[in-house]
């Protein structure tokens, strides 16, 4: 029979995140930790960099799946890294399963790692993995109210990314109902409005990307 | 410092899940734990059911929301009885919250209870809370390839509704490819394709759900 106590599991969890992020820092390493609900476009955004910042970053992806290598191999295919942790039913990540992905890397010639978590808004906000900060990301098709429905992912969130903007004509998403919520939370985050469809938007984000990466380099 | 023992709290919530079900078979109610991403449209499809089922069918609804009161509010205009659960970050409901919430509930004038958990497909799938079945959400906004990633809450669901048919021309869904993976996973499972906005669909599922209210009364 096993017994997990949930404390030790936390503090293991934040020392192991210590860690890692003293690791990163070592290597001058930008990591971001990408939290979203299922389907909001994590991986749709993360194919958008691989193509955008091709010679210009030297990117990799962990990515974190319940079941299945869908995304990785969506990614695989534009030649970066890419480490796959199955969670096998498991809501989240933790910094013990990052740092065994981060063996798998060669960090001396890396600049960037994203760490796509889990889907899920909840669990993933409550354990740091030792990354540089968290990214959240929503669609306009979950609606307006998830700011203020799960708090804890915006709150935390370097910045937002507001996705499926092309299909905001065919929804009730209010925008000043959405800004006013996610202002209300994080008050000045940032936040990017686009489609990883029709690739509206997603320049500015691309710019703020770079100059956060130039700034963690320099720091 | 609290522990907790994870072993403890499933063979707790097992035992109380039991207790539950034993209780709602006594006052023949059916119970459904609606389980989907964050904005696939539980609280939609409640609405419909308040408007459709008025008259009818005496229902309520158990609102599990990590924050806020806002689905409730949403529900309580229909003037079914409503008992909210707040779970403060927790990404799940358990039977003993249920057991609670029952209290504050007249089982013996109701039909039916809706349990429209937490905004997650990973954790409410590991948790029984007692109920008669499990029915699974998905939109197609979030991408045909949700039954195959998150396994755990399809392969157990009695039905699967998929919601926002309305916007399908406007995405890439693959509805043979979601088919696919779906029966993959529960071969017979029956699925309903409808829409919350068009209300396109939803007149087969209302009579699905009255099937299985009447075998519930009758068995």
Redesign the interface.
């Known amino acids: 029979?096993?017994?997990?106590?949930?404390?030790k599991v936390l503090d293991r969890n934040r020392d192991m995140a210590a860690t890692v992020r003293a690791k990163l820092k070592e290597k001058k390493l930008l990591m971001i930790n990408l939290i979203s609900?299922?389907?909001a476009g994590k991986t749709s955004l993360l194919e958008f960099l691989g193509e955008a910042l091709a010679g210009k970053v030297r990117m990799a992806v962990i990515e974190g799946?319940?079941?299945?290598d869908?995304?990785a191999i969506r990614l695989k295919r534009f030649g970066f890294p890419v480490v796959l942790i199955n969670t096998d039913?498991?809501?989240h990540l933790d910094s013990h399963s990052i740092s065994v992905a981060l063996k798998e890397l060669d960090l001396d010639n890396l600049d960037l790692i994203f760490v796509e978590n889990?889907?899920?808004?909840?669990?993933p906000?409550?354990f740091d993995l030792g990354e540089s900060f968290k990214l959240a990301i929503v669609?306009t098709?979950?609606?307006d109210?998830?700011p203020?429905?799960?708090?804890?992912v915006f709150r935390d969130a370097r910045a937002v990314v507001l996705n499926?903007t092309?299909?905001l004509p065919?929804?009730?998403f209010k925008r000043d109902v959405f800004l006013n919520d996610l202002h209300g939370i994080n008050p000045s985050v940032p936040l990017f409005e686009l489609s990883c469809?029709t690739m509206q938007g997603v320049e500015a984000f691309k710019s703020w990307l770079l100059d956060q990466i130039n700034e963690w380099i320099s720091a």
């Open positions: 029979m096993e017994i997990k106590v949930l404390q609900s299922p389907g799946d319940v079941a299945t869908r995304d039913g498991g809501c889990v889907g899920n808004l909840v669990c906000a409550h669609s098709t979950e609606g109210d998830k203020i429905k799960y708090p804890m499926k092309d299909l065919y929804t009730r469809v």
